[in-house]
C-alpha cells in the first residue's frame, strides 16, 4: 500500500507548533490530505497533544521564547514516545536569533526529518547561503552536498526544497522534480509542506526516507494539477484548487505523474 493511501485510511493527528501565518493553511491542507491536523501551543497541554500524536511538526515562522519553550517541551515528550518529529527552520541563518534557536532546538531533542529552503539546510549544516528574509536567495553551491552534509550532522533525514527537492538520509538521496512555480507565490506552501511530510512519517512505521520522499513527491503533483485547472486565473484561485487537489490526488494519479529519482552516491 501507498502511504498516501495509509494516510487516507488512518487519518493520523498532527500535531503542530507553527506560526501565525499558516496556521489556518496548515490546517486546511492536512484536513484535505487526509490527516487529522491539532494546532497546539500552550506549554501546559503540548507534551501531552505530542504524546497522543502520530508526528509532531514544529516550525519557527513566527518564533518567541514562549512557542520555543513549547516547542522544546514537544519535541522532547515525541521523542518519549517515539512519535516522528519534523522541524522546519523557517529563515534560519537570516538572523542571528534564528540560527541559534534552531541550534538549541536540535541540541534539545533528536529530529526525525528537517524541512527547509537551502538557505536554511544550509545555515543547519554550518555553511552559508544567501537568504531574503524566510525565502532562500539565489546560489550555486552544490545543495546534494550540502543535504547530505546536514544528515549526517543531525542523524536525520533533511528535505531541501525548491525547483528540485532533495531527500536524502545522508546515505541515500531522492530527487524530485514535481511541483510548480506558482507555489512560490502562495506563503505557507513550504510550512504546510513540512505538516504533509509529519502525516506521511506518521504512517511509515519508520521508513523514514521513502515516506518524505513521496510526500514531497506527491505534494509536487497537487500543485502541478491545481497549476494546469487555474493557468488563466493567480495564486488566489490557485490556492483553493490546491487544497482541492491535496484531498482528490488518488494513488493511480500520483504513481502516474510521480518523478522521483533515486541518486547513485
Ligand atoms: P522559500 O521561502 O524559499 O520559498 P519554502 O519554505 O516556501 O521556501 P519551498 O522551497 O518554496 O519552501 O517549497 C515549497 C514547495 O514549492 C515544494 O513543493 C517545492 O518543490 C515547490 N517549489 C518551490 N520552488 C519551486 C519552483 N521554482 N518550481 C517548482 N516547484 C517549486
Ligand atoms: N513570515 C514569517 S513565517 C512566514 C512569513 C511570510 C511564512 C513562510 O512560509 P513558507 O512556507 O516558508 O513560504
Ligand atoms: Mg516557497
Ligand atoms: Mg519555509
Sequence with gaps: MSYLAKVRELNPLVHNITNIVVANFSANGLLALGASPFMADAPEEVADVAAMSGAVVLNIGTLNEQLIASMVLAGQ??????????????????????????????????????????????NVAGESWASKGVDAGAGDGDVIALANKAALKLGSVVIITGKEDIITDGSRTFIVSNGHPVLTKVTGT????????????????????????????????????????TAHKGPGDFQIEFLNQLAMVTPQIYNAKSRIELVNQ
Excluded at 516522528?84 to 527552520?89: F, G, Q
Excluded at 541563518?93 to 529530529?111: D, F, K, P
Design 190 to 229: 513550504g510550512c504546510l509542506l513540512s505538516a504533509v511530510v509529519g502525516a506521511f512519517l506518521a504512517v511509515s512505521e519508520g521508513d523514514w526516507l521513502e515516506a518524505a520522499a513521496e510526500a514531497i513527491s506527491f505534494y509536487g503533483v497537487a500543485a502541478e494539477i491545481a497549476a494546469e485547472l
Design 77 to 122: 515528550s515525541a521523542n518519549t514516545h517515539n512519535v516522528p518529529l519534523v522541524l522546519d527552520p523557517v529563515g534560519a541563518g537570516a538572523t542571528a536569533y534564528r540560527s541559534e534557536v534552531t541550534q538549541r532546538l536540535l541540541n534539545e531533542m533528536q529530529i526525525t526529518a528537517l524541512r527547509g529552503n537551502v538557505a536554511e539546510v544550509a
